[in-house]
Each structure stands twice: as structure tokens, then as C-alpha cells.
């Protein structure tokens, strides 16, 4: 046998080799499993169904009414009783149960994406500068980018309070001007008083437009927003800022605040997106952060800013790749979540105003029924909840399987 | 002739909750262009945190350069904003780190990531930053580096990957490669070829080499002077002859006296360094050293001793009791 040299090893080795990145992997691993294969389809059953539904079969809740069909049980073959098909059966107003499970799964899954994507961005770009901006000399563009989302993020407190969001644009402005002028008065109680007082006319002189007790509460909230603006800010106090106001929404019971903010702003679908929205902000911020943070004293990124990349690069190029595994896995995950709590708020009749049709509100209108026999009218929208849910939460187990950084070399 | 790079009096803090540590203290050298400088000491006294006081790159917060000046080839550093800064590192400063496994971005390609250094700092198109990538690559003795781009940093193995990362450093041709370590994390024969690599790198493209480390005998085979520092000083320095045959520093003869030699008889007792280096929260006020010093006397645990030129710029040391021990040889 002819003796091999340590270089034919080596480029042998080269030449079979396949250029995979990371996510090809994860790709593999994730079709590779049953369960994660399952959920996919249970996902995109419904996805393609009742996107399919909305766009090509008509159907108007408005008119949809029967009271000759009222709660029929399903039926498959048309009958003298029952002169149409419904597989699913038929409520209490007579509409077709199927018809209605297909439309409402276009309202349902867009309730959860959307309410999604709202905690997703917010929550994520929060996480991302807070733990970013947590230990790193700011520049002075960076420190008014700051100081203006901090006033913004203040402001938008007593704007919502006092129903004017033009008092938030006014913190901001306030914020900028701020950083602007960061060496007035510096670490001096004079630059305290001096913002906290233009915070205060702010808040005041646009709150009186209001009423005269928001006037007093805008004010109060001002002169601190103010105070706290005058403060030298830097990227670990923002970070603390914003991280604390996620503390106190993450410290209401989630479907509490949910159902709080929807009594506040009216029910409707687009006030649950908001709501749902709204409630889950803290929980990508807050692991956005964490991975930002552990990213961060990762070496790639001090080689990258020993190359000379930009802070707006680093974050978007080199962090954001690195910290999409867990995020993916939890909105896969908070899918499911944001579907059952759409549901609730259905539920409870704070979702879609009737006669549009929505999972949630489709159990609330029929649970009374369950003692006069009729199941089918819960069991269907209640086994479509039941299904998207099970099929993201797999799809969600797949993924954190499929990504899961202990696998990666 | 103005040095390539010049520091006096460089200090770096720490504002941590414990305490302020005190990482760099006063540092003072310069190094010419071409030079290869090396750089040791303990882990901990401050090698790392000087290196990066030179790029900007201290974690701030808790980190400050609070004293000193940088001059890198006739640019005062240390007045540079950010956005000054950004162009300097890489084109006129490169670094490699200690962890190749690490250092290279997970989610992107070799090739990538080099291209995308390249053409921050050159005007060149994505084909011609490409091509050079993989001159680059087949540089740093990779095989098969044209097809070795597209390759994952996964896909390298800890020696390739800490060879990308010197093709990386050196791909603006920086007039300064700092290497943090390079091969630390390396195993011997791995570590060898390195060192061979970059001397090699070194005579074709004429950088100067600030080469950390804590192995003096890698040291005393490719650099041209050494700093050895303890407690985030500089305590001796001079070029390799000096230190290594006239060593005047109780310190570095401790260092130097823990190095395994062939040439010895193999009975020989193993000097080494007993103790431990100071804290750097809470610095004593005399000779950092004098708690682990035979030569200990009054005067070192009362007075800092500074860093005396015993022979100009070839030979420097700080301790009140080097002509003792000049003498004692
Ligand atoms: N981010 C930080 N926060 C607080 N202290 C730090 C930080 N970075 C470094 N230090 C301190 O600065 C001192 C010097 O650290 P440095 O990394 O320069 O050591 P080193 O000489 O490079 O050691 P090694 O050989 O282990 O790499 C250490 O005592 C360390 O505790
Ligand atoms: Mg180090």
C-alpha cells in the first residue's frame, strides 16, 4: 500500500467537503424529525386554509343568519330537516359551524401573528439596545438617538394617559435636546430643575387641553421624565430605563393587562392584536437582551470592531444573526401562546365584534348550548384552538431542537 | 525618525462595584516600524487591557483610559472620536485574539467575513475583494483557499481558523499587527507552525508585531524586544539579548527561571515565581512586586520604583535593586 502523506489527507478532505452554513443544518435536523414535521403541517394546514378561505370563498357574517337551521346537528347528506351540507353542524343563529370554523381561523391566526410581530419588534429592537447600548461608550449620534427613545418612550406614557400623542413627540424632542446640550450644566442640580421643569410645562401646558386633572398628572409626569432626561445618559441608564418599564408591564398577569387594555381601548380585533401585543413586549425584550448580552463578550464581535465596523453594523450584521435561534423557537412558541389568548379575549366577547367570526367568540356564543346536546357547536372551534396550538408547539419543539446551540460546534 | 507607535503614560481603569481596578499603570514605550515587540507577564497584569487601550476597544463601561497619549504613526490617538477611530482599526492597526474558535462570526462564511474587511477599509468591488480573500487565505498557507471561502468557520479547524483570523488582520495591511495570544489555545505543533507563519508574514510585508503571550521561549525565538509587564506596569524591557542574558529584574528572572531548558542538568531545581500577583483593586504603594521579592528591602515597599534606563532605549528596568543584582551574576 502506497504511503499517504498528511497533504493528500487534507485535500482529499477539502475536495468532498460541502459548504453548509449553520442554518442548512438546522434545516436538516428539523425535517429529520417526525415531530417537528407534524407541527409544520399542522401549521401549514391551517395557514394555507384559511388564507385560501379568505381570499377565494366568499362569505358575509352579516347575512349569514338561519333560524330554520338553528342548532342542527352535523349533517353530510342533505335531509328534509336539514336541506344543505354542514359537515360541522349549526349554531345558534343557523350559520354553518365549518363555514365559520374556516373564516374564523383567518381572524384567529391574524390576531396571533399580528399580536406577534407587535411584541417581536418592539420587544426585539427593545432587547436589542438595551443589552447592545448595556456596556459600550455611546457616540454623541448614538447618545441622541437615545436620549430622544427615552423621551419618546416616556412621553408616550402621559401622551396615552392624556390621549395626546403629539406629548410624546414633545418628550422626544425634549430627549434630543437633551443629549444636544449634554454638557450645560453638566452634574449640576441646576440642569436637573431647568429639564424638569420644561418637562413639566410640557406635560401641563398640553395636558390642559384635556382636562384640568390630566393637566395636574402630565405635569407630575413630566417634571420626572425631565429629571430623568437631564441625567448623563448613557447606554447602561437607558438600558435600565427601558428594562424597568418592561418590569412593570411583565408585573400584571398577562391576560389581566390584556383584558385591561381592551376595556380601555374598546373590544374589536385590531384592539386585541394591540393588547395581546402589547402584554408579550416584555418577554422578547427581556430574552432578546439576555442573548445580546451574552453575544456580546462573544470574540467575533471584538474582532469585528477591531476591523473597523460601526456600532449600526455590529448590531445588525454580526448580533442579530447569532441571537435569531431562541427567538425563533419563542415566536414560534408565543404563536400558540397569542392564538390561545386571542381565543380568551374572544372568549370573553372582547375579541371580534359578532357577527364576525372568531374561534374564541364561537365558544363563548355556544357554551351555553353544551347542556341542550349540542357539542358540535364547541367542539370544532374548540378542536381548531386546539389543533394550531399543538401543531406551533411542536413546530416550536422542532425548531428549539433543530437550533439548539449545545449541538452547534 | 518618529517611532511607529509611541505611549506614555498610559493608564486604564476598571470602575467596577468592588473597586477601581487598576489595569494599566503608566505605560511608557514606543515601537519602530517593522519591529517585532513582545509582550509578557502573568495572566491578569493588564497585557490584554493595554492592547485594546491602543485600538479604543476597552469595554466602556466599566473600562476608561483615564491618563496618556497614543501616537500611532504621527496620530495622536487618544484625541480620535469614534468615527476616526473606525478607520484606523484594521487599516492602520489590525488584531488577532486568543480564541480562534471564537473569533470568527459562526454565521457566516470565512470568506465573507474577510471580503467584508477588505472592502470596508479599500474601495473594491465584491469579485476583487473576493480574489484577494483568497490570495490572502493561500497567504496564511491554507490549502484549497480558493474553495476554503465559502467555507462555515465550523467547517475549520482551531489552527485554519487562527490562520483566517491573521488573513483577516492582515488584509488592510495594517502598519501594526497586534496579536493577543494567537496561540494559546493551539496545541504545540499547531502553535509552531503559527509562529513560523506569521515571521514568515512578517519578512515579506515588513509590519511591525506587538506578539502577547506568556511564553517567553516562543518569545525569544522571533521578537526583537520585549516588555515584560507585572501588575499592569512595564518592569523591564529591552531588546531580547538584554533580557534574556543580562536580566535584570527579579520578575523576569523568575520567568525566565521557569522556563524548562535542554541545555540544563536535568536536576536542576525549576525556578519559578512563588505567590501571587497583587490585586489590582487595591495596589501597594511601594514596588508591586516586593511581596514575591527575595531582594525585598524598606525602600521597595515604600517607593515605587520607576523604570530606569540602564542602557537606553535597549535596556529598561524598574526595581531599586538592579545593580545588586547585576552585580550578583
Ligand atoms: N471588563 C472588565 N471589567 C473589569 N475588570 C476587567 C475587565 N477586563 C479586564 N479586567 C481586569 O483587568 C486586568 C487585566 O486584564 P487583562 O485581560 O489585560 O490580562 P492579561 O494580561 O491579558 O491576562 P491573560 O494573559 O490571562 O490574557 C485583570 O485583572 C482583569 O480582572
Ligand atoms: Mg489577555
Not at chain 1, 45 to 68: C, G, M, Q, R, V
Not at chain 1, 178 to 190: H, I, P, S, T
Not at chain 1, 247 to 269: E, M, Q, R, W
Not at chain 2, 305 to 321: Q, S
Request: with cysteine.
Amino acid at each position: 500500500m502506497a504511503e499517504i502523506t498528511p497533504e493528500e489527507i487534507t485535500v482529499t478532505d477539502f475536495a468532498v467537503r460541502e459548504h453548509r452554513s449553520l442554518w442548512v443544518d438546522a434545516w436538516r435536523r428539523l425535517i429529520s424529525s417526525n415531530t417537528a414535521r407534524l407541527g409544520m403541517f399542522i401549521v401549514a394546514f391551517f395557514l394555507l386554509s384559511t388564507t385560501f378561505a379568505h381570499f377565494f370563498w366568499e362569505y358575509e357574517p352579516k347575512k349569514d343568519l338561519n333560524y330554520s337551521l338553528k342548532l342542527k346537528p352535523p349533517t353530510l347528506i342533505p335531509n328534509e330537516e336539514v336541506p344543505s351540507v354542514h359537515p360541522f353542524g349549526t349554531d345558534k343563529l343557523g350559520r354553518d359551524i365549518f363555514r365559520r370554523v374556516v373564516h374564523g381561523g383567518w381572524n384567529s391566526l391574524r390576531v396571533g401573528i399580528v399580536a406577534v410581530s407587535i411584541s417581536l419588534f418592539f420587544g426585539g429592537l427593545t432587547g436589542l439596545f438595551t443589552g447592545f447600548y448595556e456596556n459600550i461608550d455611546t457616540t454623541h449620534i448614538e447618545k441622541l438617538f437615545l436620549f430622544g427613545l427615552t423621551g419618546l418612550v416616556l412621553g408616550s406614557l402621559s401622551a396615552w394617559i392624556a390621549a395626546q400623542p403629539i406629548q410624546a413627540i414633545f418628550f422626544a424632542i425634549l430627549g434630543v435636546i437633551a443629549a444636544y446640550f449634554k454638557d450645560f450644566q453638566k452634574g449640576k442640580a441646576l440642569r436637573m430643575v431647568v429639564f424638569a421643569i420644561a418637562g413639566a410645562l410640557i406635560g401641563a401646558i398640553l395636558g390642559a387641553f384635556v382636562s384640568s386633572a390630566v393637566a395636574l398628572i402630565s405635569l407630575i409626569w413630566g417634571a420626572i421624565t425631565g429629571a430623568l432626561l437631564s441625567r448623563p445618559l448613557e447606554g447602561k441608564f437607558f438600558s435600565n430605563v427601558m428594562m424597568r418599564l418592561m418590569d412593570i408591564i411583565l408585573s400584571f398577569p398577562g391576560y389581566l393587562l390584556a383584558i385591561a387594555i381592551v376595556a380601555f381601548l374598546g373590544p374589536g380585533l385590531e384592539k386585541g392584536m394591540i393588547a395581546i401585543g402589547v402584554v408579550g413586549i416584555p418577554v422578547y425584550a427581556r430574552l432578546t437582551r439576555s442573548a445580546v448580552l451574552s453575544v456580546s463578550q462573544k470574540e467575533y464581535i471584538l474582532a469585528a470592531q477591531s476591523v473597523g465596523e460601526g456600532h449600526g453594523r455590529i448590531i445588525f450584521r454580526h448580533i442579530t444573526p447569532n441571537i435569531l435561534s431562541p427567538i425563533i423557537v419563542q415566536t414560534t412558541m408565543g404563536l400558540a401562546g397569542a392564538i390561545l389568548s386571542a381565543a380568551a379575549l374572544g372568549f370573553l366577547g372582547l375579541g371580534a365584534i359578532p357577527p364576525e367570526p372568531e374561534w374564541g367568540s364561537m365558544l363563548g356564543d355556544s357554551y351555553r348550548y353544551l347542556t341542550s346536546g349540542a357539542w358540535w357547536a364547541v367542539l370544532f372551534p374548540g378542536l381548531a384552538i386546539m389543533f394550531s396550538v399543538l401543531g406551533f408547539n411542536l413546530l416550536g419543539d422542532g425548531l428549539r431542537d433543530a437550533l439548539d446551540p449545545k449541538l452547534r460546534t | 525618525m518618529t517611532p511607529l507607535l509611541e505611549i506614555k503614560n498610559l493608564k486604564t481603569r476598571f470602575f467596577t462595584s468592588e473597586g477601581v481596578v487598576k489595569a494599566v499603570n503608566n505605560v511608557s514605550y514606543s515601537m519602530e516600524s517593522g519591529e517585532i515587540l513582545g509582550v509578557v507577564g502573568e495572566s491578569g497584569c493588564g497585557k490584554s487591557v493595554h492592547a485594546l487601550s491602543i485600538m479604543q476597544l476597552v469595554q466602556d463601561p466599566p473600562g476608561k483610559i483615564t491618563n496618556g497619549e497614543v501616537w500611532l504613526d504621527g496620530k495622536d490617538l487618544l484625541t480620535f472620536s469614534e468615527k476616526e477611530m473606525k478607520k484606523i482599526r484594521g487599516s492602520d492597526v489590525a488584531m488577532i485574539f486568543q480564541d480562534p474558535m471564537t473569533s470568527l462570526n459562526p454565521v457566516f462564511t470565512v470568506g465573507f467575513q474577510i471580503v467584508e474587511a477588505l472592502r470596508l477599509h479599500n474601495d473594491m468591488t465584491k469579485a476583487e475583494a473576493r480574489e484577494r480573500a483568497g490570495e490572502l487565505l493561500a497567504l496564511v498557507g491554507i490549502p484549497g483557499a480558493e474553495q476554503r471561502l465559502d467555507d462555515y468557520p465550523h467547517q475549520f479547524s482551531g489552527g485554519m481558523r487562527q490562520r483566517a483570523m491573521i488573513a483577516m488582520g492582515l488584509s488592510c495591511e495594517p502598519k501594526l499587527l497586534i496579536a493577543d495570544e494567537p496561540t494559546t489555545a493551539l496545541d504545540v505543533t499547531i502553535q509552531a507552525q503559527i509562529v513560523d507563519l506569521v515571521k514568515k508574514l512578517q519578512d515579506d510585508l515588513g509590519m511591525a508585531i506587538m506578539w502577547i503571550t506568556h511564553d517567553l521561549g516562543v518569545i525569544a525565538e522571533m521578537a526583537d524586544r520585549i516588555n515584560v509587564m507585572y501588575a499592569g506596569a512595564i518592569i523591564e524591557s529591552g531588546n531580547v539579548r538584554n533580557i534574556y542574558k543580562k536580566t535584570r529584574h527579579p520578575y523576569t528572572m523568575g520567568l525566565l527561571g521557569s522556563l524548562p531548558r535542554l541545555d540544563e542538568d536535568p536536576g536542576a531545581e525549576l525556578l519559578s515565581v512563588p505567590g501571587l500577583p497583587p490585586d489590582l483593586l487595591a495596589l501597594p504603594k511601594g514596588c508591586a512586586f516586593a511581596a514575591r521579592c527575595g531582594y525585598r528591602t524598606e525602600k521597595c515597599l515604600e517607593e515605587k520604583p520607576p523604570l530606569e534606563e540602564i542602557d537606553g532605549r535597549e535596556h529598561a528596568v524598574a526595581c531599586w535593586h538592579w545593580e545588586e543584582i547585576a552585580g550578583s551574576k
